[in-house]
Nanobody, 117 residues
Framework: QVQLVESGGGLVQVGESLRLSCAAP????????MGWYRQAPGNQRELVAR???????VYADSVKGRFTISRDNAKNTVYLQMNSLKPEDTAVYYC???????????WGQGTQVTVSS
């Protein structure tokens, strides 16, 4: 059973920052594209950002310039640095790993981010 463990969510004010972390098993991390997704109540889950094993990144337009995804292959951890948070960033944030050799997908349990105005 592959487990992704997320941490770092919480309640912040508009304009503040948070950093999310997601730890994955070493057996899959270096071979996986890692991504952060979010789902607000009543909405579909959407891509926030993803990063390949080689470090290439993709961001949703709504977070470009505010969020940064990074990975530490030595720690088997992917991060999402979120700056200048807005109320519309409020959602449950999920970590996803796609193992590129098999296209298998693994999800974390989610962490709540709430931005209060």
């Amino acid at each position: 059973q592959v487990q992704l463990v997320e941490s770092g969510g919480g309640l912040v004010q508009v304009g503040e920052s948070l950093r999310l972390s997601c730890a994955a098993p070493g057996s899959i991390f270096s071979l996986s594209t890692m991504g952060w997704y979010r789902q607000a109540p009543g909405n579909q889950r959407e891509l926030v950002a993803r990063i390949t094993s080689g470090g290439s990144t993709v961001y949703a337009d709504s977070v470009k310039g505010r969020f940064t995804i990074s990975r530490d292959n030595a720690k088997n951890t992917v991060y999402l640095q979120m700056n200048s948070l807005k109320p519309e960033d409020t959602a449950v944030y999920y970590c996803k790993a796609v193992l590129m050799v098999s296209w298998s997908e693994y999800w974390g349990q989610g962490t709540q981010v709430t931005v209060s105005s």
